[in-house]
């Protein structure tokens, strides 16, 4: 008997022996699950393809619970709003919900949109500038709307010439905890297109190497911040950071204020598209903005 066993395994030149070892697909899912836990997202969805095991592992409810922030379901009543599509979003898995909100979603009337980075799940707000109060918009021989494919919100305020120039906005929403950034997205020049491809007109730019304008934050809990800068490069569209706030209590709306003012009345300006106002994690302005971020 002795001499058959050994034969077997000579004759299959070890793969007796080989069958016998471990593989990947043999760990439970439930230690697959505890070491994807502390990968990026899509590090989970990347090794999510290896085999089944994996597979099954990488739906874990406690997984996506811990990459969401933890104030999800305030982000959650906030975007969807009535009480059906709430209803509907709290029987997605959390996986599938994590993956609807990495999208970015429009609320308040589509003049704002809110989306989770993908890789951290840190939360990032967009504000049209439609939704901010502009000095004279209304009055077409300053302001007009024109619609652009280079806005995430397909319109922008362009200033032909003003003298008094102030752009004022305000947001309140619950944050999780963290150190957050407000940018200004501007450009000087008037986007457009010719027989198909870009083109910035710059008939209007004028005034604004003359003085800096001025940004301002103010927080509903003593947070105050002010700075100031020239604006630059025409014909590209430049993230001016205003200032950063830290947020504590993630249980608690912070309210914001800002504004972004050039109201030296000795000489005119024109020739700006006010686009947006984001806030972001503030670890997240290389990745997010690259070389289009200009620090006042």
């Not at 290896?50 to 874990?60: I, P, V």
Request: glycine share 6%; aromatic share 12%.
């Amino acid at each position: 008997m002795r001499a058959n066993v050994s034969g077997i395994t000579a004759d299959n030149n070890g793969d007796e022996l080989s069958s016998l070892r471990p593989r990947l697909s043999d760990m439970p899912k439930s230690c697959v699950a505890l070491v994807l836990m502390h990968l990026d997202p899509p590090e989970i969805c990347k090794l999510a393809r290896l085999n089944r095991a994996f597979r099954g592992a990488s739906s874990a409810y406690f997984i996506w619970e811990s990459k969401l922030p933890s104030n999800y379901q305030f982000i959650v009543d906030k975007v969807f709003g009535s009480s059906s599509k709430t209803n509907i979003v709290k029987y997605l898995s959390k996986k599938h919900l994590y993956a609807r909100l990495c999208s970015p979603s429009p609320f308040d009337g589509g003049n704002k949109e809110m989306w989770l980075d993908k890789n951290t799940g840190g939360v990032c707000v967009s504000i049209s500038s439609k939704a901010l109060a502009i000095t004279g918009i209304d009055d077409r021989r300053y302001w007009t709307h024109i619609s652009t494919e280079e806005s995430r919100f397909q319109s922008v305020a362009y200033l032909q010439q003003i003298w008094w120039f102030e752009v004022d906005g305000k947001f309140e929403f619950q944050f999780s905890v963290g150190t957050y950034s407000l940018f200004f997205r501007l450009q000087l020049g008037k986007p457009s297109k010719r027989l198909g491809r870009r083109v910035c007109k710059f008939e209007h730019v004028h005034g604004w190497d003359i003085k800096p304008v001025h940004f301002q934050l103010t927080t509903s809990d003593g947070q105050h911040a002010v700075s100031q800068c020239f604006l630059e490069n025409p014909g590209h569209w430049a993230y001016y950071r205003v200032a950063d706030f830290i947020v504590e209590d993630p249980s608690e709306s912070t309210k914001i204020k800002f504004s972004l003012t050039q109201i030296d009345c000795t000489h005119t300006k024109g020739g700006l598209c006010v686009d947006s106002v984001l806030i972001c994690p503030s670890n997240f302005e290389k990745s997010l903005l690259g070389h289009s971020c200009k620090r006042c």
